[in-house]
């Protein structure tokens, strides 16, 4: 849960979605990833025993519709809502806070991303170039005198392939601090789950580039 609604504060906002009009659980979940721009979606575990909460104080009640649980406000939550005025609209504007705050992570986010992305291209397009050089160079580079006659043994194009370049080596290392770098980006980022999916479209749009660049 994004710190905002700490100290029961998210049950104060469900009352306030829930004024202005009667919502089923998923309906509350979409609205606030709405109010955070996807950027934060609170689980169905985080909502619905909030709700029964809300319900045993009497503040809310629900009827079945659908096979789903409606919940609406009930006269004793707005009252609470009108006594707790100047607490939601503090809330309002820490929410607004919030999402600026999440929307600046996430673009240092895809940033850093982006900025890995293309120094990988780079390297993989060098590597690419560097490893044809080196096959052409041994195929072109005339036999020595003692290979002038025929031997039995394989021919040139049966010849085991040169062994790893440098830069090849250097692509192994950079590959994989890459992979522990946006691993870690993610986990100190505590990414919701919208946001980790954003991050792989990411990797994957990255992948089909390479797969491009390689063909």
Sequence with gaps: ?????????????????????????????????????????????????RLQRLEADGLVTHTAAGGRKVYEITEAGRAELRQRADEVTTLESDITASVEDLSALAGEIQTEVRGSVRDLKRELREATRQT???????????APASMSQPTPGPTPRQAPAP???PLLA??????????????????A?????????????????ALDGLRRLLR
Aim: glycine fraction near 10%; charge should be positive.
């Design 1 to 49: 849960m994004t710190a905002v609604f700490s100290h029961g504060r998210l049950r104060l906002y469900l009352l306030r979605l829930l004024d202005d009009g009667p919502k089923h659980g998923y309906e509350l979940i979409r609205l606030l990833e709405e109010r955070f721009l996807g950027l934060y979606a609170p689980s169905a575990g985080t909502i619905y025993p």
């Design 132 to 142: 044809r050089q080196t096959r052409q160079t041994r195929w072109d580079r005339p």
């Design 170 to 187: 250097e692509f192994d290392q950079r590959l994989a601090e890459f992979t522990v770098e946006v691993g870690a980006l993610v986990r």
């Design 163 to 165: 062994g790893g370049s």
């Design 189 to 205: 980022g505590r990414l919701s789950d919208v946001q980790l999916r954003t991050a792989i479209r990411v990797l994957d749009g």
